[in-house]
């Protein structure tokens, strides 16, 4: 069965940086895209970036400049790169990898930007 472990979240001040991770456990046949999204408290789920299996990436017109999504295939791992973060990206982010057999979530983790 495959899971999606995150990894990278945390407490970061305004203007600080975090890189998150997902990385799967188990094999997923013939991924068509990875991407990531957030929920922040009393909103809906939001896409952050994603990027196709060509390496084609599409960002959130609020993070382009700041966040960088990359993907390593062989490892089927899926990063963000966060740079600026602001007080209003708090938000339990969560990644998803869409291929062949399905499409896949993992657990969330936390970002939280305050001083």
């Known amino acids: 069965q495959v899971q999606l472990v995150e990894s990278g979240g945390g407490l970061v001040q305004p203007g600080g940086s975090l890189r998150l991770s997902c990385a799967a456990s188990g094999r997923i046949p013939s991924i068509y895209a990875m991407a990531w999204y957030r929920q922040a408290p009393g909103k809906q789920r939001e896409l952050v970036a994603d990027?196709?299996?060509?390496?084609?990436?599409n960002y959130l017109d609020s993070v382009k400049g700041r966040f960088t999504i990359s993907r390593d295939n062989p490892k089927n791992t899926v990063f963000l790169q966060m740079n600026s973060l602001k007080p209003e990206e708090t938000a339990v982010y969560y990644c998803k990898i869409r291929g062949l057999l399905g499409t896949y979530w993992g657990q969330g983790t936390q970002v939280t930007v305050s001083s």
């Open positions: 990027i196709s299996n060509g390496g084609r990436t």
